[in-house]
């Protein structure tokens, strides 16, 4: 079992930034695939970023967004740059089974567990 927590959102003008955390608990959080997902109003959870020992970006945020993690502090972190109105969403951790050696999975159903989210809203 693994606990997800979400912080770091807030309000924020175009072009600006936000790093987001999610700390987790367990002390097998080495072995998980992380990742970031994103949930617009009246719109489908999406991906973002996801880390196992390599990284995968949606398009939209590809060269904008960094996901990193930090294993000896349980914690996965996205660092949002030159943000825009449409990265306004709540924004999910979360954590999966996978191999580590390989791409991380950008599908929804492969992540096992889910944090509460972080609000995240950008002003034009």
């Known amino acids: 079992q693994v606990q997800l927590v979400e912080s770091g959102g807030g309000l924020v003008q175009a072009g600006g930034s936000l790093r987001l955390s999610c700390a987790a608990s367990g002390p097998t959080f080495s072995s998980y695939v992380m990742g970031w997902f994103r949930q617009a109003p009246g719109k489908e959870r999406e991906f973002v970023a996801a880390i196992t020992w390599s990284t995968r970006y949606a398009d939209s945020v590809k060269g904008r967004f960094t996901i990193s993690r930090d294993n000896a502090k349980n914690t996965v972190y996205l660092q949002m740059n030159s943000l825009k109105p449409e990265d306004t969403a709540i924004y999910y951790c979360?954590?999966?089974?996978?191999?580590?050696?390989?791409?991380?999975?950008?599908?929804?159903?492969?992540?096992?567990?889910w944090g509460q989210g972080t609000q995240v809203t950008v002003s034009s």
């Open positions: 979360a954590a999966g089974s996978g191999p580590l050696a390989s791409m991380p999975s950008s599908l929804l159903s492969r992540y096992k567990y």
